[in-house]
Nanobody, 124 residues
Framework: VQLQASGGGLVQAGGSLRLSCVAS????????MAWYRQAPEKQRQLVAK???????????NYADSVKGRFTISRDNAKNTVYLQMNSLKPEDTGVYYC???????????????WGQGTQVTVSS
């Protein structure tokens, strides 16, 4: 599985960016699609995730710091997950990584796959 993230850049505080992550290869059944970020000298932290259910519905979770400003979405046909980021703040600066947890049915075990990261810098 290969994940290609894009959409990062330099933006002023209050601005917006939209990140995209395209998955390719033998993906299997997707359990979770997520975005993480890693600020300088800090650990990688979850920003937002979409949890797929067996009924093809999904739910979303967000870090408290981005609730109301960021929106995660997906396009199943394109194997793509998006992160719309509005009202950006300097503390949103970091490298953003996309993550997909998937499993090869019927006997596989769930595996995490990571993109290469895309830099987001928010200036004050």
């Amino acid at each position: 599985v290969q994940l290609q993230a894009s959409g990062g850049g330099l933006v002023q505080a209050g601005g917006s960016l939209r990140l995209s992550c395209v998955a390719s290869g033998t993906i299997g059944n997707i359990n979770v699609m997520a975005w993480y970020r890693q600020a300088p000298e800090k650990q990688r932290q979850l920003v937002a995730k979409i949890i797929m259910s067996s009924s093809r519905s999904s739910s979303t979770n967000y870090a408290d710091s981005v609730k109301g400003r960021f929106t995660i979405s997906r396009d199943n046909a394109k194997n793509t997950v998006y992160l719309q980021m509005n009202s950006l703040k300097p503390e949103d600066t970091g490298v953003y990584y996309c993550n997909i947890n998937s499993v090869m049915l019927p006997f596989g075990t769930p595996k995490d796959h990571w993109g290469q990261g895309t830099q987001v810098t928010v200036s004050s």
